[in-house]
């Protein structure tokens, strides 16, 4: 299968860990990146090859995964957290770039 | 400061075309790749395809092949998104982006909503 399958919801209580997954053959061989876009704002890199955070980015966010799953995990999550959740991968189909289905997340 | 400033909205009809722009500044133009990718509304986003500043090289999603051209005029630093045939399912939000860490899409342009409709 040539998709990267998410959560569509998720909520959190303010402080709290949430952890989102994203599901696809491709994870097995590539790397996940995962992106953080609010609403009408361009996606933020938040991880990228599976666990590494760019610069500026807040501790709290960090990446895992085995076999073929990837995850974001929010340790202490904060009211701006409150966002669409993207994954993304190379494509094991042909095309390099693929982008999950979407997790929102809702910080209660 | 690294920035992609994309051009303006865009209302089209059916069966027309239309090319976006994205200017890079901030850094070396010809050193990074920059990808399309649109996102319809309530979607999540569809990558479209990508630009080697440097040599020209492209490639672009196979669902798009037939209608899309993307290409660069790099003494201005910027990229261009051709996308031709328009349909009512076209109408999104386009992005550029730069690929600055490994297969990551690391900074963003605003977007350009593209609109088409009869």
């Known amino acids: 299968s040539s998709e990267l399958t998410q959560d569509p919801d998720v909520s959190v209580a303010l402080g709290q860990t949430v952890r989102i997954t994203c599901q696809g053959d491709?994870?097995?061989?590539?790397?996940a990146n995962w992106y953080q876009q609010r609403p009408g704002q361009a996606p933020v890199l938040l991880i990228y090859g599976r666990t590494n955070r760019p610069s500026g980015i807040p501790d709290r966010f960090s990446g895992s995964g085995s076999r073929n799953t990837a995850s974001l995990t929010i340790t202490g999550a904060q009211a701006e957290d409150e966002a669409d959740y993207y994954c993304s991968s190379r494509d094991s189909s042909g095309n390099p770039y693929l982008f999950g289905t979407g997790t929102k997340v809702t910080v209660l | 400061q690294v920035h992609l400033v994309q051009s303006g909205a865009e209302l089209k009809k059916p069966g027309a075309s239309v090319k976006l722009s994205c200017k890079a500044s901030?850094?070396?133009?010809?050193?990074?790749?920059i990808h399309w990718v649109r996102q319809a509304p309530g979607q999540g986003p569809e990558w479209m395809g990508w630009i080697n500043p440097n040599t020209g090289d492209t490639h672009h999603a196979q669902k798009f092949q037939d209608r899309v051209a993307i290409t660069r005029d790099t003494p201005i630093n910027t990229t261009y998104l051709d996308l031709a045939s328009l349909k009512s399912d076209d109408t999104a939000v386009y992005f550029c982006?730069?690929?600055?860490?490994?297969?990551?899409?690391?900074?963003w342009g605003q977007g350009t909503v593209v609109t088409v409709s009869s």
């Open positions: 901030g850094y070396s133009f010809i050193d990074y790749h």
């Open positions: 491709g994870l097995r061989y590539y790397y």
């Open positions: 982006a730069r690929v600055g860490l490994p297969d990551a899409l690391d900074v």
